[in-house]
């Protein structure tokens, strides 16, 4: 499938529920964890029980960064996304967060935790 096939298989943000803003999130499974080029800009994650490796990109490896510390609410991942953003006026770190909950939660890295 080409890239233009695959983004326009894709649902547009107005069609996709948003994730709950006031969730308390987590890691799901145990993971292994290496980063490179100046703290968290890449990162490797391997998933100890599936033996998966996922190459993560800098919003999605400060998202596991910090969900490796512990239980993380939405609001306190997003200042963290917020604070590894060069120019943070200048996207939507909202909608940014949320595709990133997304892949990570469709990769079976993070959950929502129950409450």
């Given at each position: 499938?080409?890239?233009l096939a695959a983004a326009e298989a894709r649902p547009s943000k107005e069609s996709?529920?948003?994730?709950?803003?006031?969730?308390?999130?987590?890691?799901?499974?145990?993971?292994?964890?290496?980063?490179?080029?100046?703290?968290?800009?890449?990162?490797?994650?391997?998933?100890?029980?599936?033996?998966?490796?996922?190459?993560?990109?800098?919003?999605?490896?400060?998202?596991?960064?910090?969900?490796?510390?512990?239980?993380?609410?939405t609001s306190e991942l997003l200042g963290a996304v917020?604070?590894?953003?060069?120019?943070?006026?200048?996207?939507?770190?909202?909608?940014?967060?949320?595709?990133?909950?997304?892949?990570?939660?469709?990769?079976?890295?993070?959950?929502?935790?129950?409450?």
């Amino acid at each position: 499938m080409s890239s233009l096939a695959a983004a326009e298989a894709r649902p547009s943000k107005e069609s996709q529920a948003p994730l709950v803003q006031n969730a308390q999130w987590q890691l799901s499974v145990p993971l292994l964890l290496r980063d490179w080029a100046d703290g968290v800009t890449y990162m490797l994650a391997y998933n100890v029980e599936s033996g998966q490796t996922h190459f993560l990109t800098t919003v999605g490896a400060v998202l596991v960064e910090q969900l490796s510390a512990g239980v993380q609410s939405t609001s306190e991942l997003l200042g963290a996304v917020q604070a590894v953003c060069e120019d943070p006026d200048s996207i939507d770190l909202d909608i940014l967060l949320d595709e990133a909950l997304r892949q990570l939660t469709s990769l079976g890295l993070v959950r929502t935790r129950p409450l």
